[in-house]
């Protein structure tokens, strides 16, 4: 079982920055996908980036260019920078570590983007 924590929500004008935190439990974490994911009210969770074992990254269309996703093996930790934020950019923000079939959430973090 691995345990993600999310940190670095809070609430933030729009136009501003702020990087997200996941740290995980797991001492094999170099192995592992990660990924950011969000939920709206009222709207399914979708996937806003994703960054594989080695450099590899995936960005929803809408982040792409703003939001960066980056991990520290050593840390065992993944960020998401995100720059240049929009009101639609409000959401619960989760982190998913993926390995084979397994897959493990975090408890998620709120991200409110003000206009």
């Known amino acids: 079982q691995v345990q993600l924590v999310e940190s670095g929500g809070g609430l933030v004008q729009a136009g501003g920055s702020l990087r997200l935190s996941c740290a995980a439990s797991e001492s094999s974490f170099s192995f592992y996908v990660m990924g950011w994911y969000r939920q709206a009210p009222g709207k399914q969770r979708e996937l806003v980036a994703a960054l594989t074992t080695g450099v590899i990254t995936n960005y929803a269309d809408s982040v792409k260019g703003r939001f960066t996703i980056s991990r520290d093996n050593a840390k065992n930790t993944v960020y998401l920078q995100m720059n240049s934020l929009k009101p639609e950019d409000t959401a619960v923000y989760y982190c998913?570590?993926?390995?084979?079939?397994?897959?493990?959430w975090g408890q998620g973090t709120q991200v409110t983007v003000s206009s």
């Open positions: 998913n570590a993926k390995r084979g079939p397994f897959g493990y």
